[in-house]
């Protein structure tokens, strides 16, 4: 299907792979043209909606080079596709079932199970989503975007709803629930259809869990609770017929399985905490529960349960192996709050139920005259702090995986380390790593979203002989990412950084690095790529800020040595080269074997004036990428600082590496 408008717009080649227009304009115009097909729309207006912001002769011509553009691309890409255009219309005409969006039209109102079964593959997101709009084109989209939408959710009902469902209806079914959960966790269709496909495996908790998110959901979108129809599915977990038996479903390319990755997560839940101050912190305590609570069910690398279930050990003495074994989860938050006057002293603790050990501890302290304050600093730290503890235990559990057990989730887990190492060798194994991820879930968004930026690097660090190829592979597959990472923050963090650093489009790396910080403000590694996004992109207003910011949500990450080397790259855009060295030293002994920084340590050597000492850190440098020349560093540096940073350019240049 050459035309993907579903979680985006992409279009797909006969073998696969993911072509792009030259601008985000072009591929607009080509996905306002798609949606009509050989109706067509009014050229002035399409033109209008593009480019509002320039003169109408200026639109009539950026919309006159799109048109070329898709023309010169037609034959290639859109076979069996002709752009018609005159003066007061333009028309994409061809076969309607090539382009997704009006395929999932007639497939979802098919009465063919089969024809069902392939819409809801079709549904990857939202018409057009994640694809930054002109105010009037968005104002266009969005009334389609809900039609498509209304039907999605009508569809997976419907799946849900069959009796003898056929082979992957299910898995499909689940895949397209989660997906439209992920835009709106307050969707009660797909919430019933979830739990009707449980209570038929004969899974009731798993539908009384699911109802406990729907209720959650609905609460804090409505303020009200969910439809009778919901609540009155349970009543079928009661039924004395037996639940009908579930057949593995086979795989093929035309069926989406629910994602692994959901299965095997890590799920934690947040304890009542403990009152030491004879009842009268309860209140205060259990609104700080309720924010760690929200702060951790941002952050999508892992399950929380719902406060509700929670709640029910409130005022009980329990051990949190028992409470593991009750609720099903791995880790559990643990507190004690205690008050002397105006201030109130919080200790928290993070247990693995399986053993009871202590994974990490810390203690908090503020004043109470302002209460919302400190209980939303509290869960910040506590949140970012959890994270990457609970991610530390999960590596070392997947390394105690035998390894034909291992899913794609535990091959992600075990890329981490290499992930982090900024080596050449460690991002070769983490590639290796993130390709069984996908070998077992091809459309896996977060093992998609690292690859790619794992690729970005071998072009950036000029870890491979041929930079620009590396860079093309690291946009595709920030692509393809894009369509399936809803809303996991860590995976839109490399997505955005990929894009960084591989294109000189500020606008949609820093979409995507924004939505990430959006879902998980306590996203260390989030706050460092914003740094780096305004150093790499000449504006470092703000970049300090970002990074520490990163360095006061995780004073221990693995990524530190990076969030020296970006404050250097800030203080150097101020010519601050003493501070700029001073930085970039730090980062190198607190990263050793990251040799690519030495180009940076030898540019700003250079340009503070010191001859001796940047030959010297050239040479280091040199010694690591022996053969490197000016040409290659140019197929491989971001084009952010190409473009937007002449300065740093030309001290790489004078610095003494050759032309070519």
């Known amino acids: 299907m050459p035309v993907l408008l579903f979680g985006g717009i992409r279009i797909a080649t006969p073998d696969g792979e993911t072509e792009t227009l030259p601008t985000r304009k072009t591929a607009q115009v080509l996905g306002a043209l798609a949606l009509p097909g050989e109706k067509g729309l009014a050229r002035e207006a399409l033109a209008e909606s593009v480019w509002p912001d320039r003169s109408e002769a200026q ?31 333009v028309r994409l005409a061809g076969p309607a079932e090539l382009i997704d969006a009006r395929l999932f039209e007639s497939l979802a109102d098919s009465d063919a199970p089969d024809d069902r079964v392939r819409a809801a593959t079709l549904y990857a997101g939202d018409l057009l989503d994640n694809v930054q709009l002109s105010p009037p084109l968005d104002n266009l989209v969005i009334s389609l975007r809900e039609q498509y939408r209304r039907r999605a959710l009508t569809l997976v009902e419907i799946l849900s709803e069959d009796k003898v469902p056929i082979d992957g209806s299910r898995a499909a079914c689940l895949a397209l629930a989660d997906r439209l959960l992920a835009t709106d966790p307050a969707a009660e269709e797909a919430h019933r259809a979830v739990m009707r496909i449980r209570i038929a495996e004969g899974q009731p908790n798993a539908a009384r869990r699911q109802l406990e998110r729907c209720t959650e959901a609905v609460a804090q979108a409505f303020g009200t609770g969910p439809e009778e129809k919901t609540t009155a599915l349970l009543d079928l977990s009661d039924m004395s017929e037996p639940p009908v038996e579930v057949k593995a479903p086979a795989v093929s390319a035309t069926m989406v399985a629910p994602p692994e990755q959901l299965r095997s997560a890590p799920s934690v839940v947040v304890m009542p905490f403990d009152d030491l101050g004879a009842g009268q912190d309860d209140f205060f305590a259990d609104g700080v529960v309720e924010e760690i609570t929200a702060a951790l069910s941002r952050i999508r690398d892992f399950f929380v349960i719902a406060r509700q279930s929670a709640f029910t050990y409130k005022g009980r003495f329990v051990d949190a192996r028992e409470v ?6 791995r880790y559990a938050v643990e507190g004690t709050v205690r008050r002397g006057g105006e201030r109130v002293r919080i200790n928290v603790q993070l247990i693995e139920t399986e053993t009871g050990t202590q994974l990490w ?3 908090f302290e503020g004043d109470t005259t302002d209460i919302f304050d400190l209980q939303d600093r509290i869960a910040s730290h506590v949140a970012g702090a959890i994270n990457p503890s609970i991610r530390a235990s999960e590596i070392e559990l997947s390394k105690r995986t035998p390894p034909e057990n291992l899913q794609a989730y535990d091959f992600v887990l075990r890329a981490f380390p290499h992930f982090w190492a900024h080596r050449k060798k460690d991002n070769q194994i983490a590639l290796e790593l993130f390709e069984k991820a996908l070998e077992r879930d ?40 894009a369509l399936h990472v809803h809303d996991n923050a860590t995976a839109l963090t490399a997505i955005g950084a990929a894009y960084s650093i591989t294109t000189a489009d500020y606008d949609l790396a820093k979409s995507f690095i924004d939505r990430s910080l959006t879902l998980d403000p306590n996203n260390a590694w989030g706050w460092m790529r914003a740094g780096w996004l305004k150093s790499l992109f000449h504006r470092s207003d703000g970049a300090d800020e970002c990074f520490e910011r990163a360095k006061a949500l ?18 150097a855009h101020k010519h601050d080269f003493a501070t700029a060295i001073e930085l970039t030293e730090k980062g190198l002994r607190a990263g050793p074997g990251v040799t690519w920084a030495y180009r940076m340590l030898a540019n700003f050597h250079g340009r ?53």
């Open 59 to 89: 639109a009539k011509s950026s919309l006159r080079q799109a048109l070329t553009a898709i023309r010169k691309a037609l034959p290639s890409i859109l076979d069996g596709f002709v752009l018609e255009a005159d003066l007061e219309s």
């Open 608 to 660: 503070a004036g010191d001859k001796q000492k940047s030959t010297e850190a050239l040479a280091q440098f040199m010694h690591y990428y022996p053969g490197v020349t000016m040409a290659k560093m140019l197929q491989g540096l971001p084009p952010g600082v190409v473009l937007n940073d002449p300065e740093y350019w030309e001290g790489i240049r004078k610095a003494g590496i050759p032309e070519s």
């Open 442 to 481: 091809p459309e896996y968004g977060l093992a998609l979203a690292l690859k790619a930026w794992c690729h970005a690097q071998q072009a950036c660090y000029l870890w491979a002989d041929d930079p620009g190829r590396e860079r093309a592979n690291a946009i595709a597959i920030a692509d393809k990412a």
């Open 324 to 329: 593991g074994r009750d609720l099903g989860v």
């Open 554 to 571: 995780s004073p221990f990450d693995p990524f530190m040595f990076n969030i020296y080397f970006g404050q250097a790259a800030a203080a």
């Open 361 to 363: 501890s810390d203690r």
